[in-house]
């Protein structure tokens, strides 16, 4: 279909604010797909995301729609995940459109989680269509949330349509205005072919499945094609659009979103935001906007059975193939044997990669507690990265060390603005700015550095509003920060699984913590064990466990042989599973316990 007469857009919304229920409206009213196969593509749907109510890969969807002035348009869907781990992908995916259809609950008002994804979108001048939905609900108020619009977003308040996706009211007046007011595609000028790749999936049978927007030129079967971030050069198989099913096509022009299919074995071969064009005919430079995909968050992966190494190896090579954004490397460590470090987009994308082992490999395993990257310069001028407290260079070493932050926005109840200050700034924040919304909501805008927010920040927020607190945050650069090592010293042996990277204000606290938490799992020894926990060789906090008395059969009355050899067998099984630090055996599970309480 012609150029001029295609629409892309996306929609952007805050979770259960209606944008699935929209979307299989626009579906059903285009005719593009009937009741019986919304069924079949639900139950394609990956079980966590569904678990999780997030979409982790876009689908694209390509609509039909003859307008009221009689003209029929493409219109493509581009959805975007729904989570702040994924923003990369959702720029890259808005970045393909030229509208934005931005959903608001008209019962609940403007949330905090659009707040990102709106910037990313007004950020690349896409034109936004405001739908209030819910407007079926009694508690709706269409003008409360025009008003906000306007206050809060800068969108001017008549732009806004009304609509109840779940009754399919105002769901023609959506369509008319994404013909309307998105603009068409236009095309440079050279006509030379230029495609984003705005995701990929990876299928066992036929390889990796780029999903592109053609800017410019034209994509067809048997043209040589080349990449511009790795340079390398394809013959492409086939090229298609959903509908929502792939469907093969002779080409692709300007304007079109659709798939290429061209010989790739891994997700990493065609990269997210890469730009794709003829290999004898190129364009002279790759589209804006390509960024290596950088993991934020760092872990160790480990097999709780250590004979299990070999095949947790097959599955983090299986789940690379399929995750460009997930990586790892070899490491070992003293206490959990051998295992990977392995590098995440965030906590939820690190703990979709761990479900995924347990669900579908059947791997049992022990993650360290996670750890954020730090730049470091060093006194002799060398910048280094560091993902894992051991390779922290030494106190006297180092010049500077760099916490990367986050922008943080939360809608909270105004009444509990004083406790959510006190936990943004014990988690070391600034509020930057606080903003009245209406009568009952208030919105924080906050920086926050990474570490403090992955494990317990929203957990807290939510516990503290009564669920009645949203957040959104956005990564926010780097910012010196006073940073230490600290080591856990058991018997006065270091042991790195415990090693963390602190801030000094925190470190007693924390150390503290830790070594009482050791104390609870560590069994006593035949003689008394020193817990400290140390920074640059001095002992900020330590514990003790006295010495062990008793016989470990002593409990056991006389006569009763087989519960006797039970318990000594018991123990023996124990023992193989203890790691030995000096003098000290600890016990496998000690470990597991205390890393995975945090
Ligand atoms: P998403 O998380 O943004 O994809 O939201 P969903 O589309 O899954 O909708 C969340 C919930 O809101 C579901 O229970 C829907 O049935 C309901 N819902 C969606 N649109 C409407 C609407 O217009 N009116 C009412 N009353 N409920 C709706």
Known sequence: ??????????IIAHIDHGKTTLSDRLLEFTQTISEREKQDQLLDAMDLEREKGITIKSHPVAMQYTAKDGVTYRLNLLDTPGHVDFSYEVARSLAACEGAILMVDAAQGVEAQTMANLHLAMGQNLIIIPVLNKIDLPAADVDKCKQQLEDIL???????????AKNGIGIEEILEAVVARVPAPIENEDKLLRASVFDSVYDAYRGVISYVRVFSGTIRKRQRIKLFATGKTYEVKEVGVFTPKMTERDELIAGDVGYVIANMKSADEAKIGDTLTDATHPCPEALPGYKEIQPMVFSGIYPVDSSDYEGLKTAMGKLQINDAAFSYSSESSTALGFGFRCGFLGLLHMEIIQERLRREFNMDVISTYPSVIYEVTKTSGEDVIVDNPSFLPEPQEIQEIREPMVKVYL????????DMMALVMEKRGDVVHT??????RVMLTCELPLSEILVDFNDRMKSMTRGYGSMDYEHHGYRPAKMVKMDMLIASEPVEAFSTIVHRDKAEGYGRALALKLKEVIPQQLFVVAIQACIGGKIVASERISAMRKNVTAKCYGGDITRKRKLLEKQKKGKEKMKQFGKVSIPQEAFIKVLKSG
């Open 1 to 10: 279909m012609a150029t001029e007469l295609t629409r892309n857009f996306s």
């Open 154 to 164: 800068a969108i001017p308040a008549e732009d806004a349509i009304p609509a109840s």
């Open 411 to 418: 809608m909270i109840p105004g009444e509990y603005i004083g």
């Open 435 to 440: 903003e009245t919304i209406d009568d009952t």
